[in-house]
């Protein structure tokens, strides 16, 4: 049986709270694989890392290509009502070209992900792994949750008020290619204001930003969440923009409440 520290070994001022003297490592902060590698071979494994990537990017836009017209007739939906015009040639191609690469995008993340967390890895500590997959996880969760999010509330909300202002001055009559210029802009900024507890969650963990310290600043959140709603939103309309802040607010609410369940 190994024997525990006794008090006096506790109580010294070179002691952790979990008993390590701080002249002796934690076995939490070492690193598993430590191997060493010289500059060029660093910038080496990035070259792979980031042509991997693109080789998925690029095998990803080109499959959505192949089957654009299913994704471009759901995008469509939240308009219901509304007819596109193609207004110069090859306006509807170019929009294909968007919504495929988007898509592409989306769809090749995951793989993107991963090769980004397996050339970090071995710099990583014990500690740091252990925060790999509950960030991945939730990174994810929180990206569709935002895509739900802006298709199934904030565009519909956003094309109603325009629709229901001009309804009896105009006819709507749409341009296809600023249609999706405001869809596909608004369905990704969404996604990626949905990652603010994830970040919170890492900023707590390294020690950088404390839950307390998040609260205390809620008076500048509030306004930063306005002023956040009023930039991602391609739309100009109050409605959608009090939408968005209030999902940002409540996300970064969220993640106070995440970082204190982890103790920090």
Known sequence: MTPSP??????SPDTDMKGYSNSEANPLDELPDEVEMSFFDHLEELRRRIFYSLIAIALGVVGCFIVVKPLVQ????????IKFLQLAP????????????????????PFI??????????????RERRLLGPVVLGSSILF??????????????????FINYGADVVEQLWSIERYFEFVLLLLFTTGLAFQIPIIQLLLGNLGIVSSTQMLAGWRFVIMSAVVLGAILTPSTDPLTQSLLAGA?????FAGIGLVKITGK
């Open 6 to 11: 006794d008090l006096d070994t506790i109580n």
């Open 74 to 81: 759901l995008l469509e939906i939240p308009a219901h009502g």
């Open 90 to 109: 090859g306006e509807y191609f170019f929009v294909s070209i968007k919504v495929a690469g988007y898509s592409g995008l989306v769809l090749a993340s």
């Open 113 to 126: 992900l991963y090769q980004i967390i397996q050339f970090v890895l071995p710099g990583l500590t014990r």
């Open 144 to 161: 569709v949750g935002g895509l739900t999010f802006a298709y199934s509330l904030l565009i519909p909300a956003a094309l109603q008020f």
């Open 248 to 252: 940002v607010l409540g996300l970064y």
